[in-house]
Nanobody
Framework: QVQLVESGGGLVQPGKSLRLSCAAS????????MAWYRQAPGNQRELVAI???????NYADSVKGRFTISRDDAKNTVFLQMSNLKPEDTAVYLC???????????????WGQGTQVTVSA
C-alpha cells in the first residue's frame, strides 16, 4: 500500500556528519506528520525529530542544535541532517509517516525498515 525506504546510514567518526533520507511511495494522497526515531541495542525506541507540517519541527533534547529535519512534500521525502555526531548517536534510525491514503482518504501510519548509523573512531 505504502512503502518507506531509508538511505544514508553508515559508519562515521565522531564530529562528522551524515544525511539520512526516507522516501515514501504507493497510494499516497498526502502526508501529514513525518518523523525520525532511533533505537539502540537494549534501549527503547525514541523520537529524534518530528515535522507535523512544513513549518513545524520539534527535536529531542539530546540532538537539538546538531540535527535538522526537513521535508520535500513534492517527493514524499523526509531528511535528517546530522552534524557533530557522537558515539551515543549510534542506533538504527527509522522514519515514520502519517499518510492520507488515496482514493479512500483515510489516514494510516507507516514505518521504514531502518538504517544503521554507527559513530566510532
Amino acid at each position: 500500500q505504502v512503502q518507506l525506504v531509508e538511505s544514508g546510514g553508515g559508519l562515521v567518526q565522531p564530529g562528522k556528519s551524515l544525511r539520512l533520507s526516507c522516501a515514501a511511495s504507493g497510494s499516497i494522497r498526502s502526508i501529514n506528520t513525518m518523523a525520525w526515531y532511533r533505537q539502540a541495542p537494549g534501549n527503547q525506541r525514541e523520537l529524534v525529530a518530528i515535522m507535523p507540517s512544513a513549518n513545524s519541527t520539534n527535536y529531542a533534547d539530546s540532538v537539538k542544535g546538531r540535527f535538522t529535519i526537513s521535508r520535500d512534500d513534492a517527493k514524499n521525502t523526509v531528511f535528517l541532517q546530522m552534524s557533530n555526531l557522537k558515539p551515543e548517536d549510534t542506533a538504527v534510525y527509522l522514519c515514520k509517516m502519517t499518510v492520507v491514503i488515496t482514493p479512500y482518504l483515510y489516514t494510516a501510519q507507516f514505518w521504514g525498515q531502518g538504517t544503521q548509523v554507527t559513530v566510532s573512531a
